[in-house]
């Protein structure tokens, strides 16, 4: 199975911050990686497929971009409504599809 | 607009049985692989099923292989997950969601199972 390691856990940052959330692919997945958001009580969101294809909706200050099996979403001008979940998600080979674990941003 | 909405959670004894419902609008059903994912309460998400957009492939987590059934009618635009054998471990909010990037995602319906 693909390991996705997720890092960091959980992050701290300023509004209008830049941030920067990673995903390690344990082999090869061929760009094959999404990135979802989820607010509390909510289903996760689609914000990245592709690793870097903005999904329709999603603000601009959302990319994702990738280097060998290192996957990264970076957030710009961090926004109060952004403090919430991330996860990354591999959809190269399955089964099964793995997320990463997580990462919970809060707003300093 | 594209709705997943599920149903048929609650709360069932260890060994029970129950069969999830999702019903999709807004998009052609019948094209798409749908899924279903899971996520116990404060944890992550755990894929556990994959059914092809014409039943003619079906894939499953190895935590549920054997005991979860994922089935499907494009007639009637729906999604099934049938659970056997329930443990306190399958306890969890069950979300459907649609095709290979999972870009929509159902609100979730929560099955618990407790004795």
């Known amino acids: 199975d693909i390991q996705m390691t997720q890092s960091p856990a959980s992050l701290s940052a300023s509004l209008g911050e830049t941030v920067t959330i990673e995903c390690l692919a344990s082999?090869?997945?061929?760009?094959?990686l999404a990135w979802y958001q989820q607010k509390p009580g909510k289903s996760p969101q689609l914000l990245i497929y592709?690793?870097?294809s903005l999904q329709d909706g999603v603000p601009s200050r959302f990319s994702g971009s990738e280097s060998g099996t290192q996957y990264s979403l970076e957030i710009n001008s961090l926004q109060s409504e952004d403090a919430v979940t991330y996860f990354c998600?591999?959809?190269?080979?399955?089964?099964?599809?793995?997320f990463g674990s997580g990462t919970k941003l809060e707003i300093k | 607009e594209v709705q997943l909405v599920e149903s048929g959670g609650g709360l069932v004894k260890p060994g029970s049985s129950l069969k999830l419902s999702c019903v999709a609008s807004?998009?052609?059903?019948?094209?798409?692989?749908m899924h279903w994912i899971r996520q116990a309460p404060k944890k992550g998400l755990e894929w556990i099923a994959l059914?092809?957009?014409?039943?003619?492939?079906?894939y499953y987590a190895d935590s549920v292989k054997g005991r979860f059934t994922i089935s499907r009618d494009n007639s009637k635009n729906t999604l099934y997950l049938e659970m056997n054998s329930l443990r306190s471990e399958d306890t969890a909010m069950y979300y459907c969601?649609?095709?290979?990037?999972?870009?929509?995602w159902g609100q979730g319906v929560m099955v618990t199972v407790s004795s």
């Open positions: 998600q591999q959809h190269h080979d399955y089964p099964p599809f793995t």
């Open positions: 082999e090869d997945i061929y760009s094959n």
């Open positions: 592709d690793a870097s």
């Open positions: 807004g998009f052609t059903f019948s094209s798409y692989g």
């Open positions: 059914i092809y957009y014409d039943s003619s492939n079906k």
């Open positions: 969601a649609k095709g290979a990037a999972f870009d929509y």
